[in-house]
């Protein structure tokens, strides 16, 4: 007797009549797999996934099996072995990594990192069954629901998030834009307390950041600034909401809007995050004409490398997707054809009429997408973001209630007015008159395995990169005296708030914060 897979038979298993598909051919002893269905069901040629009624398989010799019913196409049997691995994945994912051992004394506690459960495993196995390696179903799927999350038009995935702030920057060069596209000499108004991948587009491509100081109290850019930073050539505002904290949306899109410049939001800390604009609640990232994400591990939500850029306006779009396939005109899905109905009908620049559109490239873009495995991580995670950030808020407040206390010794962070942050990390700047310094406290943290991060870059004109140009004294411009970014670069350290961090792990945070504070009066 020949057995192949998706056959189905009736056998005799533990003393009754079953109907049984299989799902291996027979083996040299005459054994194969078989995965029951239900009692009532009859031989149907058509078997349906509700027809099975276990969820692991069963071994069963020849000598079981009396006679042949029908056969399932392979589509069925597909989906049904689909099925199979994905129920093992689970199994293997709560063995592997479901058990999370409860707090002890000398377990590290991390800053931030992955917070992830069998949903996120069971998309990346579904989307590596497939075997569609660039973008497919699940990338859309994602740039679909985070736009709607969002409450955009347009929602771009990238391969990081520093990448989407390569592509929200190159966006604004494109000729598509006119005289508002940016050109090489003019200028970006930013920040130097801030993440490298913020400013560094506008170098790379010519144009020259200047920098102004933030505002003490919430680590974003000093508003009362802006005008002293304007010239005839300021064309944007590039800058991060630090911490998740949102900077003065209100001022900055007013200051923008007043001088015809583009605002683009690094939102990559703050996804979640919501500012009071114009008499209604706003998620940051959705104000300025361009947002971009980070979905790197530390993340509110992560991919393991991924990020994203989104707007509400079509040229953008056009520029970011263009930019980011390689700078090609043609806007065609991974293995789609002639999306617009005229591939092989069109006139483009010098070349002859006609030319495959595929093959138009309208700007000198990149390769930065992504695969789809990476966005079915990213769609199980989106489904928790509501649920994470509160979390992050949580955990932000106890250690903002465990150290008021403290207040005297470390500037504790504030949000700024009329927002609701969600909040990336948790920002303390030891005080001009403390009996320590930053160092120490972050030695003696380090020490009980308690993980700190700086404030990014501190002053990014001060690292090495700009070594060169701080010698020139070219290719920037810096308004005022930068001395709060200073501040932030000698005397701050944040602390992690992700989900993965439970009570007991906040509470030991703040009590070795105390005992080390009270310990050197």
Same mark, same amino acid.
């Given at each position: ?69 029908? @056969? ?13 691995? #994905? ?5 293997? !994912? ?43 179903? !699940? ?58 991948? =913020?400013?560094? %587009? ?23 600034? #802006? ?46 995050? &919501? ?38 306006? %079509?040229?953008? &779009? ?17 293995? &789609? ?44 995670? #989106?489904?928790?973001? %509501? ?23 470390? @500037? ?24 320590? =310094? ?37 290719? !920037?411009?810096?308004?005022?005296? #930068? ?39």
């Amino acid at each position: 007797m020949t057995i192949q897979p998706g056959s189905i038979w009736q056998v005799n298993w533990r003393g009754e009549r079953r109907a049984a598909i299989a799902l291996t051919g027979s083996d040299e002893s005459g054994e194969a797999q078989f995965m029951m269905l239900a009692p009532q069901a009859e031989a149907l040629a058509n078997v349906t996934e509700s027809q099975i009624t276990a969820d692991k398989t069963y071994t069963i010799h020849v000598d079981q099996i009396e006679s042949f019913l029908s @056969q399932a196409d392979n589509r069925f049997l597909e989906s049904l072995l689909r099925k199979r691995v #994905l129920i093992e994945a689970t199994r293997h !994912y709560r063995i592997k990594h479901a058990a999370k051992p409860p707090f002890s004394l000398g377990r590290p506690i991390s800053y931030g990192g992955r917070f992830y459960d069998e949903r996120e495993v069971l998309n990346l196995v579904d989307s590596s069954l497939d075997f569609w390696l660039t973008g497919g179903r !699940y990338v859309e799927r994602f740039e679909r629901e985070l736009a709607t999350f969002l409450g955009v038009r347009y929602a771009l995935v990238t391969n990081s998030g520093s990448s989407a702030n390569l592509l929200a920057f190159m966006a604004l060069t494109s000729p598509m834009l006119k005289d508002r596209r940016i050109c090489r000499g003019d200028e970006v108004i930013t920040v130097a307390a801030s993440f490298p991948t =913020t400013v560094n %587009p506008i170098v790379q491509f010519g144009a020259v950041p200047v920098f102004v100081d933030i505002d003490p109290d919430t680590y974003n850019i000093d508003v009362s600034h #802006l005008e002293a930073a304007l010239s005839d050539r300021t064309k944007a505002v590039m800058i991060a909401h630090t911490m998740g904290n949102p900077f003065d949306l209100q001022r900055v899109r007013e200051f923008c809007d007043k001088h015809r410049l583009w605002l683009i939001e690094d939102n990559c800390d703050a996804l979640g995050s &919501k500012y009071f604009y114009d008499g209604q609640w706003r998620l940051t990232g959705t104000i300025g004409h361009i947002g971009t994400s980070s979905f790197y591990p530390p993340h509110h939500i992560t991919m393991g490398e991924g990020g994203a850029v989104y707007t509400n306006d %079509p040229r953008l &779009k056009r520029a970011v997707e263009s930019f980011r396939d390689w700078g090609r005109d043609c806007w065609c899905a991974s293995g &789609k054809d002639n999306t617009c109905g005229r591939r092989f009908s069109q006139k483009f620049g010098e070349l002859p009429e006609g030319y495959d559109h595929k093959y138009v490239y309208t700007h000198f873009g990149y390769n930065l997408k992504i695969t789809d495995m990476q966005a079915a991580v990213g769609c199980a995670q #989106l489904d928790k973001l %509501p649920g994470i950030v509160e979390a992050r808020k949580r955990n932000w407040r106890m250690l903002y209630e465990g150290l008021l206390p403290l207040a005297n010794l470390f @500037q504790l962070p504030r949000a700024t007015d009329n927002s609701d942050p969600s909040w990336f990390g948790f920002l303390l700047t030891v005080r001009d008159n403390a009996p320590f =310094t930053r160092e120490r406290i972050v030695r003696h943290l380090e020490n009980k395995g308690i993980q700190t991060r700086m404030l990014f870059a501190g002053n990014l004109l001060r690292q090495p990169l700009f070594d060169e140009m701080r010698a020139s004294g070219a290719g !920037y411009r810096v308004v005022g005296e #930068l001395l709060h970014t200073d501040d932030v670069m000698n005397r701050s350290f944040w602390l992690g708030v992700y989900p993965g961090l439970g009570a007991e792990e906040i509470r030991f945070i703040v009590e070795e914060i105390r005992r080390f504070a009270l310990s050197n009066f």
